[in-house]
C-alpha cells in the first residue's frame, strides 16, 4: 500500500505555472503507476495525467495536452505535474493516486489516494 501526500498548489493568474507533487511512502510504490486527477466544485473527479512506473509512458487528458507534464523521480519517490498555462477551468482539488497497472482513465483503478491540494486560478 502507498501512502500519497500532494502540494504545491495555490492561488495563480491565468497563465500563470504551478508545480505539484506528490510524495510516496510504502513499499509498493515503485512498482505502481501514478496518476493525477482533479475534481471542481460541484463536479465529478476527472482524469488528469498518468505516468508508468518507470516514467518512460505517459498519457494526459485532452484539456491538458501540451500544457502540464507529469514526471517522476524514483530515487526521491515522488511524482510531478508541472502545469503551464493554466485556465480558470484547471481550478480544482487536484488528487494523486496510485494503481497497480497503467493506463487506466477512470477513478476507480487506482487503489491509495492523497488528501489533495487546492489549484486556483483567476482570472
Known amino acids: 500500500q502507498a501512502r500519497l501526500r500532494e502540494s504545491g498548489g495555490g492561488v495563480v493568474q491565468t497563465g500563470g505555472s504551478l508545480r505539484l507533487s506528490c510524495a510516496a511512502s510504502g513499499r509498493t510504490y515503485l512498482s505502481a503507476a501514478v496518476g493525477w486527477f482533479r475534481q471542481a466544485p460541484g463536479k465529478e473527479r476527472e482524469f488528469v495525467s498518468v505516468?508508468?512506473?518507470?516514467?518512460?509512458?505517459?498519457y494526459y487528458a485532452n484539456s491538458v495536452k501540451g500544457r502540464f507534464t507529469i514526471s517522476r523521480d524514483n530515487a526521491k519517490n515522488t511524482v510531478y505535474l508541472q502545469m503551464n498555462s493554466l485556465r480558470p477551468e484547471d481550478t480544482g482539488v487536484y488528487y494523486c493516486a496510485s494503481s497497480g497497472t497503467y493506463g487506466y482513465a477512470s477513478p476507480s483503478q487506482y487503489d491509495d489516494w492523497g488528501q489533495g491540494t487546492q489549484v486556483t486560478v483567476s482570472s
Open positions: 505516468i508508468s512506473t518507470s516514467g518512460t509512458m505517459t
